[in-house]
């Protein structure tokens, strides 16, 4: 097409029309807009550039191609003779109402296991360096120590593990008799795993997690922004749910705390307290275990909370 050569297009930004040709190199309604756009030339131009006996014909051909366009930037019906696969606009939008039918339904089914329901079965509670040594160092420690006893009675009386670390134990020492109510428990109802790690995800202890194969961790102890923290962040990176026994973790300062649960919280992990955790365990008072631990409930109640000051 020699017209080309005259009257060249205005530029554009899109560089695949800087070449103009009659037909759009793809069937996309953006390239048939497009091309509506740059052919329309006055009628009377034609003359201004030809022979006079070959204008009438540029006219008409030129006419027809413009109707051909505009039929085909107005349609919605199938053209497999000229485009084959191509679809209807109806077409697209019944695909896409469709898919995002099958978006919803996926993320509805995500968000009902995602609000970290517990259950014995699936539970382990993990105490975190609760050491003789920290004793008189950390901030309301004596609370601290007894809503792990309370809560190491519950996983006792509900059959689910207790797994403990010892940070150092060669310099901090043991972890506190008082953590259990029967102290034989620890190192045998109660694994205890010495480590320099901050976590608690030692290699040794982190087999002995994946034999227990539960996705589920309460977490007691301390520091609550150091030791406790990274444990946390290690389980929440395995995709475990992680439940933070509020009552139960603490650090030397206050505002260490409070940092920490903020940080341990905006990364999924579940703020709850110890007795919140122990109901949700039952889930029922028809639990056959639910004189036991309200017993341990009303016990633990009787003791002075030192967080609620």
């Given at each position: 097409?020699?017209?080309?050569?005259?009257?060249?297009?205005?530029?554009?930004?899109?560089?695949?029309?800087?070449?103009?040709?009659?037909?759009?190199?793809?069937?996309?309604?953006?390239?048939?807009?497009?091309?509506?756009?740059?052919?329309?030339?006055?009628?009377?131009?034609?003359?201004?550039?030809?022979?006079?006996?070959?204008?009438?014909?540029?006219?008409?051909?030129?006419?027809?191609?413009?109707?051909?366009?505009?039929?085909?930037?107005?349609?919605?019906?199938?053209?497999?003779?000229?485009?084959?696969?191509?679809?209807?606009?109806?077409?697209?939008?019944?695909?896409?109402?469709?898919?995002?039918?099958?978006?919803?339904?996926?993320?509805?089914?995500?968000?009902?296991?995602?609000?970290?329901?517990?259950?014995?079965?699936?539970?382990?509670?993990?105490?975190?360096?609760?050491?003789?040594?920290?004793?008189?160092?950390?901030?309301?420690?004596?609370?601290?120590?007894?809503?792990?006893?309370?809560?190491?009675?519950?996983?006792?009386?509900?059959?689910?593990?207790?797994?403990a670390t010892q940070q150092y134990t060669k310099v901090f020492g043991p972890t506190v008799k008082d953590a259990f109510a029967d102290p034989k428990d620890i190192g045998t109802l109660a694994p205890v795993f010495d480590k320099?790690?901050?976590?608690?995800?030692?290699?040794?202890?982190?087999?002995?997690?994946?034999?227990?194969?539960?996705?589920?961790?309460?977490?007691?102890?301390?520091?609550?922004?150091?030791?406790?923290?990274?444990?946390?962040?290690?389980?929440?990176?395995?995709?475990?749910?992680?439940?933070?026994?509020?009552?139960?973790?603490?650090?030397?300062?206050?505002?260490d705390r409070e940092m920490a649960l903020r940080r341990m919280e905006s990364c999924g992990a579940y703020l709850t307290t110890a007795q919140s955790a122990a109901f949700m365990l039952m889930g029922s008072a028809d639990h056959?275990?639910?004189?036991?631990?309200?017993?341990?409930?009303?016990?633990?109640?009787?003791?002075?909370?030192?967080?609620?000051?």
């Amino acid at each position: 097409f020699f017209i080309n050569r005259h009257h060249p297009p205005a530029p554009t930004t899109d560089h695949r029309h800087n070449n103009w040709h009659p037909i759009p190199p793809t069937p996309s309604v953006h390239h048939r807009r497009r091309a509506l756009r740059v052919l329309p030339l006055p009628l009377t131009s034609a003359s201004t550039f030809m022979p006079s006996h070959k204008a009438s014909q540029f006219q008409h051909r030129r006419v027809a191609i413009v109707l051909i366009f505009r039929v085909f930037a107005q349609s919605s019906f199938r053209c497999a003779a000229f485009f084959p696969g191509a679809i209807t606009v109806s077409e697209s939008r019944q695909s896409n109402i469709k898919n995002n039918k099958r978006l919803k339904m996926s993320l509805a089914a995500t968000s009902r296991r995602a609000v970290g329901k517990l259950t014995p079965s699936n539970t382990a509670l993990l105490v975190c360096d609760v050491q003789e040594r920290f004793r008189p160092l950390i901030h309301k420690m004596e609370t601290v120590i007894n809503t792990t006893k309370f809560m190491t009675s519950v996983a006792k009386e509900l059959n689910f593990p207790i797994v403990a670390t010892q940070q150092y134990t060669k310099v901090f020492g043991p972890t506190v008799k008082d953590a259990f109510a029967d102290p034989k428990d620890i190192g045998t109802l109660a694994p205890v795993f010495d480590k320099k790690l901050f976590s608690m995800m030692t290699e040794d202890c982190y087999q002995h997690l994946k034999t227990l194969n539960k996705t589920s961790y309460l977490l007691v102890g301390i520091e609550a922004h150091v030791c406790l923290q990274q444990t946390a962040l290690d389980l929440l990176e395995e995709g475990h749910d992680v439940h933070i026994i509020a009552d139960g973790v603490s650090s030397q300062q206050s505002y260490d705390r409070e940092m920490a649960l903020r940080r341990m919280e905006s990364c999924g992990a579940y703020l709850t307290t110890a007795q919140s955790a122990a109901f949700m365990l039952m889930g029922s008072a028809d639990h056959p275990n639910f004189k036991a631990v309200s017993k341990l409930v009303k016990d633990h109640m009787a003791l002075k909370n030192e967080f609620n000051e």
